[in-house]
C-alpha cells in the first residue's frame, strides 16, 4: 500500500515525496529502541571542524604527488602537466560541486547512497553503496603495499616474503586501530601528516629554482603516448571528491563547512601536483623510462641531496598511512549510513564508545588485508572501473532530484539550471567512456563479476529482512527518502 506525505528532508526543506509501506520495500519501519543511535547517544560525539575536513578531503582524493610519475612515463612532460592543468575542470571540479550541494541536501552519513535512493530507489541505492565500498576497499589495499615498497630501499627485507606479509597486517591493524578511536582524532592526524607530505616538495622547488629550463615542459611525442597508463593515473590521482559526502554526518555544520572544505581541498590538490611536476620535468633531464612510482625521490637527492630524498621518502610512506586513514574512515561510515537507512542489517549501525563504527572498520580492514596481493596496475584499473560505474548513477541522480524536485532547499546550489546540470555531467562521461574501454577484458570480467554479485546479494537481504533471519531498521534520527513507484524501479532495473 502506497501513502503520500510530506517529509523534511533538512532542517528548512521539505519535499513531497512517496512512501511505501514494510510489504512494499525490504526496508522496516522505524526503529523506536534506545540504541546506540539515539540522539543522546551520539550527541556527545566530536563533530569534524574546517581545516581537518580539508585534509581529509585532500587524502581521501590525493596525499600529496606520489603515485604521479606514471603520467610523465606514460605521456612525457608536456601532456603530463596539461592533464593536471585540464582534467579537474574535466573531472574534479564537477565531482566537488555536485558532492558540495548533494551532501548539504543530504548531510548524513551514507552519502551518494542516499542521493541515489532517494533519486533511483533502494535497489539502486545499495548497488551505488556496493560498487562504491568496494572500490574505496580495493583503492585503500594499495597503500600498506605503497608504504613498504617506500621503506623497502632502507630495509631490503620488507621487499617480500614472510617479512613483507607480516608488515602489511602489522600495518593496517595499527590505522585501523586509529580509526577506531576516533574521526576527530584521524582527521587532526590528517592534518599533521598532510603539512609533513608537503613540506619537501616546498623545499625542493626552491632549490630547483636556478636548475629550471621552461623548454624541458614542452617536451611531448604523440606518437610515443601510452593512453591507458595515462588516463587511469589522471583518473587515480584527481577522483573520489564524493568520499566524504558519507562522513557528512559526523561534520561540524556541514551545510557551511562541507562546500568551503571541497573548495579548498580542490586547490590544495591541484597544487599539490602541479608543482612538483614542474619541479621534477623542468630541473632534471627528461628520461621518460625513469618517471616510475618513488622517482621523486631520486628527483630530491639530486637536486638536494641524501637528506632531502629521506625527507621526500619519509613524506611518502606518511602519506600513504593518512590515505589510509581517510579512505577506511570514509568506507566504514558509508556502512554506518546504509545500515542507518535499513539497507544493511542494524548491527552494521551500532558505534564503538568512541563514536566510530566498529564492524565498518573491521570489514574494510578485512577487505583491505585480502586484496593486498594484488598489483598496484591491477588495483588502479579494478577499482578505477567500479569508481566509473558509481559516478554515472550519481550524475543520473543529481540530475534527477534537479529535474524533479527543482524547488526543494538546497543548503548549497551550484548556480546553473536544469539543462546546465546535464552539461556539467557530460564531459566527465565522456571521460567515464573512454576509461571503461581502456579496461582490459581481464579487469572489466572481474569488476563485471562484482557488480553482478551486487545484484545478487540485494535481494538476498531483503529475503533474510522478510523472514527475520537478522534485523533491519531506519534509524528514527533520519527523515524518510523518497521512494519511486514500482514501475518505474523495475523499468530502471531492467
Known amino acids: 500500500m502506497q501513502k503520500r506525505r510530506v517529509l523534511t528532508v533538512n532542517q528548512s526543506a ?46 581521501e582524493v590525493s596525499g600529496g604527488p606520489f603515485g604521479v610519475e606514471d603520467s610523465v612515463n606514460a605521456a612525457g612532460p608536456l601532456l603530463a602537466l596539461l592533464g593536471f592543468v585540464i582534467f579537474p575542470f574535466i573531472w574534479s571540479i564537477p565531482e566537488a560541486l555536485i558532492t558540495a550541494e548533494m551532501g548539504t541536501m543530504f548531510p548524513e552519513n551514507g552519502g551518494y547512497v542516499v542521493w541515489v535512493s532517494s533519486a533511483l530507489g533502494p535497489f539502486w541505492g545499495f548497488q551505488q553503496g556496493w560498487m562504491k565500498w568496494l572500490s ?18 632502507g630495509i631490503p627485507a620488507l621487499g617480500e616474503g614472510l617479512p613483507r606479509v607480516a608488515a602489511i597486517l602489522v600495518l593496517t591493524l595499527l590505522l585501523t586501530y586509529l580509526n577506531y578511536r576516533g574521526l576527530t582524532i584521524v582527521g587532526w592526524a590528517a592534518v599533521l601528516m598532510g603539512v609533513f607530505s608537503i613540506l619537501p616538495f616546498a623545499v625542493m622547488g626552491l632549490i630547483s629554482i636556478p636548475q629550471l629550463e621552461p623548454s624541458r615542459w614542452l617536451v611531448m611525442d604523440l606518437g610515443n603516448v601510452n593512453w591507458n597508463l595515462y588516463l587511469n593515473t589522471l583518473f587515480w590521482n584527481l577522483n573520489y571528491w564524493d568520499s566524504i559526502s ?9 551545510n557551511h563547512t562541507l562546500p568551503k572544505a571541497l573548495y579548498y581541498g580542490v586547490i590544495l590538490v591541484a597544487l599539490s601536483y602541479i608543482f612538483p611536476l614542474l619541479t621534477g620535468t623542468g630541473a632534471i633531464p627528461l628520461e621518460r623510462e625513469l618517471w616510475t612510482d618513488g622517482y621523486f625521490s631520486d628527483v630530491a637527492k639530486a637536486l638536494g641531496g641524501a637528506w632531502l630524498r629521506w625527507w621526500v621518502q619519509a613524506a611518502a610512506a606518511t602519506s600513504n598511512m593518512g590515505m589510509f586513514l581517510a579512505e577506511m574512515s570514509s568506507d566504514s561510515f558509508q556502512l554506518l549510513g546504509m545500515a542507518e537507512r535499513g539497507m544493511l542489517p542494524e548491527f552494521f549501525a551500532k558505534r564503538s564508545r568512541y563514536g566510530t563504527p566498529l564492524l565498518g572498520i573491521l570489514f574494510s580492514a578485512s577487505g583491505v588485508v585480502l586484496l593486498s596481493w594484488l598489483s598496484f596496475q591491477e588495483i588502479v584499473a579494478a577499482e578505477n572501473l567500479l569508481y566509473c560505474v558509481g559516478m554515472i548513477l550519481e550524475f543520473i541522480a543529481f540530475v534527477r532530484m534537479r529535474m524533479k524536485h527543482p524547488t526543494a532547499s538546497r543548503p548549497y546550489k551550484i548556480p546553473i539550471g536544469t539543462v546546465g546540470s546535464i552539461l556539467m555531467c ?30 545478487i546479494m540485494h535481494p538476498c537481504l531483503n529475503h533474510m529482512d522478510r523472514k527475520r533471519w537478522l534485523k533491519f531498521s531506519i534509524s528514527s534520527d533520519l527523515p524518510d527518502l523518497q521512494q519511486q513507484t514500482r514501475e518505474c524501479e523495475e523499468t530502471l532495473i531492467r
Open 426 to 455: 557530460v564531459p566527465p562521461t565522456i571521460l567515464i567512456c573512454f576509461v571503461v574501454a581502456l579496461s582490459s577484458l581481464k579487469v572489466a570480467a572481474v569488476s563485471f563479476v562484482m557488480m553482478i554479485i551486487g545484484f
Open 246 to 254: 558519507t562522513l557528512a554526518g559526523e561534520v561540524e555544520n556541514p
Open 14 to 59: 521539505s519535499i513531497e515525496m512517496s512512501h511505501f509501506t514494510n510489504n512494499d520495500v525490504p526496508y522496516s519501519n522505524v526503529n523506536d529502541d534506545d540504541d546506540v543511535r539515539s540522539p543522546k547517544a551520539t550527541d556527545k560525539i566530536r563533530k569534524v571542524s574546517m581545516l581537518p575536513l580539508v585534509f581529509l578531503i585532500f587524502y
Open 136 to 153: 574505496g576497499v580495493i583503492d585503500n589495499a594499495l597503500y600498506p603495499v605503497l608504504f613498504l615498497d617506500y621503506l623497502k630501499s
